[in-house]
Every structure is written in C-alpha cells, then in structure tokens.
C-alpha cells in the first residue's frame, strides 16, 4: 500500500487529502482536511500556521508521496502569491522528511478523475465522492480538490526519486514527448 497525500494549495483555505493506494487503481480515503487562515493575519503568521498544520497531518500519515497542485497564472496577484508561497512551505516540510513531491496542473487532475480536462468544480467533487465510496461529496471544493490530486498521483503518477521533488512523468506523457522528438528528427535521405 502506498499512503498518498493531495495538496491543494491556498493561503486562506488549504485542502489536504489523504488516500491509501493498493493494487490497480483501488484507492481509500485515510483523511481529509481543509485548513483556513483570517485575511486579516500578516502573512507570516498565517504561513506560519499552514506549516504547523501541514507539519502534523505529514507526521500523523507518513505519505510515501506528495501530490501538489502547481501554480498557475491568475489575474488576482494577491492570489497567486498567497498560493506559491504556502507551496513552497510544502515542499520545504516535504524535503525535510525526504518524501517526493509531484506537481500536477488542475487540467491534468480534472482529465484524470472526470476523463475531461475542463471538468468544473462540481463534477470534480462527484467523481471523487463516486471513486472513494463516501456518502457525500467532500466539502468545501478545497477537501474534494486536494483528494483529486491524490487520486490522480495513485493513477498516473511515477514517485520522483527518493529524496528529490519536482514534476514527474507518466508513461503517456513519456510516449507523447518521445513522439514529439521523433517527429523533429530530420529524416534520412536514402
């Protein structure tokens, strides 16, 4: 069994969701959490209290990988910022524990769990609720979200080399990359 956790990052409202992943694509829900700071901390404290929080549910679980929802540009600024910041809180606690991190972007998640890449918030939360089993769709969105990249790493994830974090690479997006490459390549003129 493999303990995955999904991370969906935000600095006022932080999803985590842990799952046990077994032979296949059998996956169970272990835990699931959305975190929440006050707007109106300064931002140090409020980083300061996602790290504890982050800290406790990493040390209670021990995944063996982390699936970490990446930053994507966004018109709010503010946004963005809160949300890289809290990342890089999660990969500086998982390196400190060793455990690899794969980034996933929100359209890879939505094609993984719904088969559409352009799924919305609601059709996320069901698929989750339909592939785990739960009586109820996990709320709010954050809790589903953080279950989804969790869900999609016990899927179509490939664990980073012990010790290391960054992004990983499925074997379809090797066979498309490897494709690509082959159609660049001059061809031989006999």
Do not use: C
Request: charged share 20%.
């Amino acid at each position: 069994m493999t303990t995955i956790l999904g991370v969906d990052p935000g600095l006022t409202r932080l999803g985590v969701g842990v799952i046990s992943h077994g032979p296949g694509r059998t996956v169970t829900l272990v835990h699931v959490d959305v975190f929440r700071t006050p707007a109106t901390d300064e931002s140090s404290a409020r980083l300061g209290s996602m790290a504890r929080l982050l800290a406790t549910v990493f040390d209670a679980h021990k995944p063996d990988v982390i699936a970490l929802e990446r930053v994507f540009a966004q018109h709010n600024v503010r946004t963005v910022m809160g949300t890289a910041q809290v990342s890089g809180v999660v990969l500086a606690l998982a390196f400190e524990r060793g455990i690899p991190v794969s980034m996933r972007t929100p359209s890879e998640v939505k094609a993984a769990v719904t088969g559409y890449g352009r799924a919305n918030k609601a059709q996320v939360g069901h698929m989750v609720q339909r592939i785990l089993g739960l009586a109820e769709i996990p709320q709010p969105a954050d809790a589903a979200d953080a279950l989804a990249l969790a869900i999609t790493e016990a899927w179509r994830g490939v664990p980073a080399p012990s010790g290391q974090s960054g992004s990983t690479t499925t074997p379809a997006q090797q066979a498309w990359r490897d494709a690509e490459a082959k159609a660049r390549r001059p061809r031989l003129q006999r």
